[in-house]
């Protein structure tokens, strides 16, 4: 059973791809902190910080497949390590922005182009080729955890750094964590696992050629529609829910607790659906992670808001967070195998961060137009039931064989 132990060098990428995630997230999932006291001191809407987050989930979508592909081609570490300059770059640029374009340019543009090559469908697809198949969502599961532990640590630690130094002091900081992104790019150098015994004569496929084979799938599209919907519901929560605790006359340290506790309590989430994701169906897995998102929103809303509300709120969604991620992953690389999967799995984050778009955006204008967020929280309980409907159509047989 050696085979289908972790080599080594799979162990050292995992190590590398954890520490990577931890810092990449982390700090990005602390971005909700910052709306308030940079909209304060410029004397912004909710909507200018909110459309420079939404941008920067397009960018960080529409440019997926594009870095994908070269991960694919030229190898992950090269491109993991310009994504780390990037990141550092509009970190520090963000630090400086007071105008709206400058966000736009720093959050949005720059950022978004970091993120896309320092986040999951670049790693987790690294990982993915280095892993034996029956190993592969559990690898996943563990990479993703990594993520949510940085998500963990990055929030108290970002809340601290704003108290007492301000906000442009803290980006200043979060840059110099970032920047070590760079040197931790070379631990990803895992060869791509080889079935043992496996036919040497297999028709190669290009480029072009898996694309009009995934455009022609449609369980792939159907996959694609459902990530949509986990992007606009993760953002949504994640950028505006300190700030609706706030409108409800919660202090900013309780908004850091609950994502916080989303950051923790994901680690147990992403991991446990790495590991049921090699035993169960991973579509029918997706169908239930989406119901109970819907139920755990409609239970959230319909109680009265407390402490003990909003913390356990953030343990069950916490829970449910990424999860979605080794599960989806899993499934393109089930569908069309390794060779290839940065850049398929880059197609279907598009549609993520899509999703991710309209959630952080529409948030935001939502609030300044209304002063509340009641018809974005109705809109993510229904595109709950939308995302266990469409899975009912996601078949995760092979299409392509490794």
Excluded at 54 to 65: D, E, K, S, T, V
Excluded at 110 to 115: K, R, T
Excluded at 210 to 237: E, R, T
Aim: net charge positive; with cysteine; aromatic share 12%.
């Amino acid at each position: 059973m050696s085979e289908t132990r972790f080599s080594k060098p799979l162990i050292y990428m995992l190590i590398g791809s954890a520490i990577i995630l931890a810092l990449s997230l982390g700090v990005r999932h602390g971005f909700g902190l910052y709306l308030v006291p940079m909209s304060d001191e410029f004397g912004w809407g909710h909507n200018v910080f909110s459309l420079a987050i939404a941008m920067q989930n397009l960018i960080w979508g529409a440019a997926q497949p594009f870095t994908g592909a070269l991960a694919d081609k030229y190898g992950s570490k090269i491109v993991v390590a310009v994504g780390g300059v990037l990141y550092t770059i509009g970190l520090l640029l963000m630090a400086v922005s007071s105008t709206g374009w400058l966000l736009n340019l720093s959050v949005g543009l720059i950022l978004g182009l970091a993120l896309s090559a320092t986040s999951f469908s670049v790693l987790l697809s690294a990982v993915g080729r280095a892993a034996p198949p029956e190993k592969r969502s559990l690898a996943m599961g563990i990479a993703s955890a990594a993520g949510s532990f940085g998500q963990f640590i990055m929030l108290p630690s970002t809340l601290l750094l704003l108290q007492n130094f301000g906000w442009s002091a803290a980006l200043v900081v979060s840059a110099l964590l970032i920047a070590m992104i760079v040197p931790l790019a070379w631990m990803l150098k895992a060869p791509a696992f080889v079935v043992p015994n496996a036919s040497t004569n297999q028709v190669q496929l290009s480029f072009k050629d898996i694309l009009v084979i995934a455009k022609n799938h449609k369980p792939f599209w159907f996959l694609s529609l459902g990530f949509l919907v986990c992007g606009f519901q993760v953002v949504f929560i994640g950028i505006h829910l300190p700030g609706y605790l706030i409108d409800h006359g919660f202090n900013a340290t309780t908004g850091t607790v609950f994502l916080a506790l989303v950051g923790l309590f994901n680690i147990v989430g992403t991991y446990t659906a790495g590991w049921l994701g090699g035993k169960y169906s991973k579509p029918k897995l997706l169908m239930g992670l989406y119901g109970l998102r819907g139920i755990a929103i409609i239970v959230f809303l319909m109680l009265p808001l407390s402490t003990f509300t909003i913390y356990s709120f953030g343990v069950v969604m916490g829970l449910l967070w990424l999860s979605t991620v080794p599960l989806t992953n899993g499934i393109v690389a089930n569908m069309f195998g390794i060779k290839y999967l940065s850049m398929l799995s880059g197609i279907v984050f598009f549609t993520h961060q899509v999703g991710s778009f309209f959630g952080g955006w529409l948030g935001g204008v939502n609030h300044d137009v209304t002063g509340n967020y009641d018809l974005i929280w109705l809109f993510s309980i229904i595109l709950s039931v939308f995302g266990v409907l469409v899975h009912f159509f996601v078949d995760e047989k092979a299409v392509v064989h490794d």
